[in-house]
């Protein structure tokens, strides 16, 4: 029973990443230059003129932008690829009729957008290392932290995808949603220079505590809540999972 269900979800697995692959290209300039950007603008330009924290900007900034990278790598990318396999390739109710359940393929589509972000964060890491000498300090724990991340954000484009059934829509969700998180969950500047009002809700945001965390890691700032911090971002995670996984089996099968 056990093999069947891996077996099932290594396929779905197997063929996104053919997928990905396929345009390996494509996905490695984007991978490339949208997180170089960033650095060179706001790190190595505004970054010469800021100090937070006693940090300069860069090494502040760094951390954050390997999350962006981890969001937009998940998120988007399944979000997309779950809405061409229902409406355009049909390849979702050809899986159903293999027959291969719903949980396998919600899981192994969740797989994919782990696989592509923790590929797309060890080459930004690699970069950053390299050509900047940006420290990320202890690697276990900050890929922990990617991946828990990155499944959350899987899902929620699990989630998100079944809802809508424009790819219209899903820029606009994503654009009012998603992107905005990019800039108020503390990659760009600490939450605390946020209005009071906004600080609890942004603080309650996973991708707010992982980059947090992880900067904390890269900056060898102790953190007593780590684990705490990794078992929040997990129980998001499997709440998000569970609820695509709903939207997935009304939206397919009935």
Request: aromatic fraction near 12%; charge should be positive; glycine fraction near 6%.
């Amino acid at each position: 029973m056990i093999a069947r269900v891996i077996k099932a979800v290594l396929a779905v697995w197997e063929r996104e990443m053919y997928e990905y692959m396929s345009n390996l290209h494509v996905n490695a300039m984007r991978l490339a230059v949208e997180p170089l950007l960033f650095i060179f603008i706001f790190g190595m330009g505004l970054g010469k003129r800021v100090v937070i924290g006693g940090v300069d900007y860069l090494y502040f900034l760094a951390p954050g932008i390997l999350f962006m990278v981890a969001v937009n790598n998940s998120y988007m990318t399944i979000s997309m690829r779950l809405m061409i396999a229902r409406d355009w390739d049909k390849t979702l109710i050809t899986a159903l009729s293999a027959p291969v359940k719903p949980f396998e393929i919600v899981l192994g589509y969740v797989l994919a957008g782990v696989t592509q972000a923790l590929a797309a964060c060890a080459i930004f890491i690699a970069l950053m290392n390299y050509f900047l000498g940006i420290p990320f300090g202890s690697v276990y724990l900050v890929v922990l932290l990617i991946i828990a991340t990155a499944a959350f954000f899987s899902s929620l484009g699990v989630a998100i995808s079944m809802v809508l059934d424009n790819p219209h829509h899903l820029m606009v969700v994503t654009s009012l949603v998603v992107m905005p998180m990019n800039f108020f969950c503390g990659i760009f500047i600490p939450v605390t220079d946020l209005p009071n009002w906004a600080q609890p809700v942004i603080e309650a945001i996973p991708l707010t505590v992982a980059v947090q965390a992880a900067r904390a890691i890269a900056l060898s700032r102790g953190n007593p809540y780590l684990w705490q911090n990794l078992a929040y971002i997990i129980s998001f995670t499997i709440v998000t999972f569970l609820i695509g996984l709903l939207l997935f089996k009304k939206k397919i099968i009935t």
